[in-house]
């Protein structure tokens, strides 16, 4: 692990929400998320498998309801450990995940197609109209 995979310490990961990071691929950034499990931490790709351009964090934490992940575009859920979507319109899918490890406290990018590029937002904006059902996020 080196300095410039370093996404986070585990500390920073919200419990009831998820951390944001950009990652860039070549010339091409896009966002993943970290999520808290009970004995670790998983990344994913940040968007919908239902529609890509809908993030599931847009920057304070995805929403977290009943221990699942929630798009707050259609209502679609995903366990917070597997992505795997339980209800909605995508269910079946799963969502992507990047590969991470976890080292002295420390959450590192070890995804051979990506390069850490900051925590936080790409800086590219949700291309959707936003959340349908009503969910505050927090």
Not at 4 to 30: C, K, N, Q, W, Y
Not at 66 to 81: I, N, Y
Request: proline residues 3%; glycine residues 12%; charged residues 30%.
């Amino acid at each position: 692990m080196d300095a410039d995979s370093r996404i986070a310490a585990v500390e920073e990961v919200p419990e009831d929400g998820s951390l944001l990071f950009t990652v860039r691929e070549g010339f091409d950034t896009s966002e993943a998320i970290l999520v808290a499990l009970a004995d670790g931490v998983v990344a994913f790709e940040n968007y919908c498998p239902h529609w890509t351009d809908v993030r599931l964090d847009k920057g304070s934490g995805a929403t977290v309801r009943e221990d699942e992940l929630v798009c707050e575009k259609h209502g679609a859920t995903f366990e917070r450990d597997s992505g795997s979507c339980t209800f909605g319109p995508c269910e079946g899918a799963v969502l992507e995940t990047v590969d991470i490890t976890v080292a002295d406290g420390d959450i590192y990018l070890t995804d051979d197609r990506y390069e850490f590029e900051n925590k936080g937002p790409s800086g590219d904006h949700d291309l959707s109209s936003g959340g349908r059902i009503g969910f505050s996020g927090q």
